[in-house]
């Protein structure tokens, strides 16, 4: 059997034992793939049970983002009900928790992307509803980032193409005029 994690194996009692086991290493029974020893994910909750302590910001945004998570499921649940006032409704209050989020972008520069790009992709939208699609994927980045608030800027930068691949216009609308500008001038 392969060392690693384990159980020592043990004889029956009553079972004679030679002098040269007793001096050997015990045997080690490995646990890893046993479906009771599987580990479970440490929910953001519980690894932050008081997060104001790790940082002022982490305690606001955990809540403001559980709020934000939950605007998106009702808008969801809405939107199957055939209910698209209630929906929309919804994302609007998504949308209203964003510049709240935003002051707690000390949290990290992925962090940061995201809720600007969220933040932008309302704006630019000009009040236009969301898809299902696109509801289902503000959901799972706010959900996202709620479990992992100090999330790296290379996989906010993948979350934010996804939310790119789905139709979301996620830069200020200033951009798109700029890079018009630089056509115009050759310069891109």
Known sequence: MSAGVGF?????????????????KPRVVPINGS???????????????????????LGHALRALAAAKEAARESLEALKRGELISSDESMQHLQAL??????????????GAIINALKFSFENAHGVPFSEGQIRLVGQ???RIRQ????????????????????????????AALGELLDVEGLR
Do not use: N, W
């Open 8 to 24: 020592l194996e043990r004889k029956p009692m009553g079972t004679s034992v030679a002098a040269s086991e007793l001096i050997t």
């Open 35 to 57: 479906p009771q020893f599987e580990p479970e994910p440490i929910g953001i909750d519980s690894l932050y049970p008081e997060p104001s302590v790790v940082r002022p910001s």
């Open 98 to 111: 964003l510049p709240e989020l935003f002051y707690c972008r000390d949290l990290g520069d992925g962090f």
């Open 141 to 143: 980045a706010v959900e």
């Open 148 to 175: 992992e608030p100090f999330l790296p800027f290379d996989q906010a930068a993948e979350l934010i193409g996804r939310l790119e691949d789905v139709g979301l216009k996620v830069d200020p609308a200033a951009f």
